[in-house]
Every structure is written in C-alpha cells, then in structure tokens.
C-alpha cells in the first residue's frame, strides 16, 4: 500500500469515526436491527435448507422474534418492575432487622458500629424512593408533553422490527455487496479477517446470550420452588452478569441468600438457595456452554468487561451495543498481528 493510499485510509477511518459520534444519539435503533439479524441470521439459513423461500424463512423468524419482545414488554418487565418496586419498600424493614439483630453482635464482637448508622440509611433510602417516583413521573410528563420526544420514540419503536425485518430478508446481499468491494490484492486477508470475527462473535454472543436466557429461567425457577419472593429479579440479574464466568454464580447466591435470610429469618432457604445455584452451575458446565458457546470463547473476560465499561462511557447505550463486536474484532487484528511479528525479520 502506497504512502497516500495509507493517509487516504486513515483519513477515511478518522472522518468515520468523527461521523459515528456525531450520529451516536440516532444510531441506536439501527444498530439494535442490525445486533437482531446478525443473531437470526443463522436461523433463516437454516430453515432455507429445508427448501423454504428467504422471504418465508425470515417471515418465520420475523414473527417469532416479535413475540418474544412482545412478552417481555407485557410480561417480564411488568413483573420485575413489581418486584424492584417491593424491594424499595422492604429495604427499610431489612435495615431494621439488620440493627434489631446484627447490630448487637456486631458491638459484642468489637466491630465499631457507630460507624453504620441505619437510621440514615433508611431515611436516605425512603427519600431516594420518592425521588425515583417523581423522576418518573416527570419523564411520563416530559413525553407526554413534549411531542417532539414522543415522535423519537415512537418513531425507534417502529424502526427496529422494520430495520431488522429488511437487514434479515438482504442480509446475504449486503454481505455480498461487501465482499465484492473490497480491494482485490486484500480482499482474502480482509475475508479470512471477517470469518475469524463472525466465529468469535456468534461463539460468544450467541451462544452466550442462549446460556444467560437459560441460566436466568433455571435460576428463577429453582428459587420460585423455595419461594422467594424477589426470584424473578435475582435469577435476571444473575442470569445477565454470568456473562463473566462464576460472576453470576457469586452474585446469585449473594443476592438471593441475602433476600432468602431477610424473608425467612432462617438458614435452611439460605442453604437451598446454595443447591439451586450449585445445580444450576453444574448444568452450565456440563450441557449449556459445550453446547451453546464451545469450550473457547476467545474474549478475556476482563476484555469482556473492559469494552462493555469503555463503550458505554465513550457512547453510551450505543457504545454497549458496539463494545462486544469491536472487542472481538480488536481481538482478532491483534491475534493477525501477533503471528505476522513472530514471522517478521524483527522478532527472528
């Protein structure tokens, strides 16, 4: 590549870059379509093998994705907004168990709990409540005020299943078009590139989100037998961070042995919340990540961590969406340029 090819390059990656974060606050519903087909993608292939048109496939496809939203808009998050709200409420109550109890023992021990004031906390609590509740009521007011708001929202809400729906139906298309515009003298490095990054990304976004969507239905369900009241919203929060190996089972039994103590005021759900999790794990390990994820994702989970972090303070919600993808394809040149300085005459 010529000196002025390069600058013209870096001039190109700059100019997109300085784009990307100017169009940043209107980029989210497309890339929302564009994360949806890329993981649909797959499936529409599938039901193409078995002799079914494109159209009819991502039809398919199309119908059962919209009623997966569908239920968790009018299911799921109804009911663990329920629950987010009860916790609030009882807050107080387990800070009042906490100094009733804990508070004694704590002095008895030596610990300085003049350092815990849980009077505080409580007044701090009940007062954060009320401000979340007036916060919310000004955002239903500012929407319900402000047209121009409302018509953005309206407006994302009807582009992503459209996005989604034509990306679907042209994804082979685009992806042609996009390979026969790279440059010929490149063009197998940049193909062999692409595959490496399409592997990473379907091993680890794919497959994982199936083990999180599996390990939340096992962690709710399993805590619902014990009958724990908040199961939903610890086995979705356990569920969502195992994304990091043993995260999510720390954080689980954490959450719910917590939640299971102040319930109960005993220690067997306590120890039944360890089974659940216990069970739970041993099911990931054994039948969920071979099948899903592989036994090598190739994302560091601090990697994993880092770019979710990263993209989110750089870009916000957009950047969370984009953090994984780049990671994997920062993972991938980075692999590409390891080997190419142990071949150089530098390294040898």
Known sequence: MSDSNKLFSLLALVLFGWLFYLLSPVLMPFLVATLLAYLADPIVDKLEAKKLSRTLSVSIVFLVLSFVVMLLLLVVLPLLARQIGALFQKLPDYLTFIQTHFTPWLANKGFPVELIDVETLKRALTNYWAEVGQAAGGVVSYMTQSSMALLQWLANLVLIPVVTFYLLRDWDILVARFRELLPRSNSDTIVKLSLECDEMLAEFIRG???VMVALATIYTVGLSFIGLELALLVGVIAGIVSFV???GLIVGIA???LAAFFQFHEWLPVLMVVLVFGVAQAIEGMV?????????????PVAVIFSVLAGGQLFGFTGVLLALPVAAVVMVLLRHAHKQYLDSSLYT
Not at 288 to 300: A, N, Q, S
């Open 208 to 210: 994982q989100v199936m």
């Open 245 to 247: 190996p043993y995260l």
């Open 255 to 257: 959450l719910a042995g």
């Open 288 to 300: 969920l990540t071979p099948r899903f994820v592989g036994e090598r994702i190739g994302l560091h």
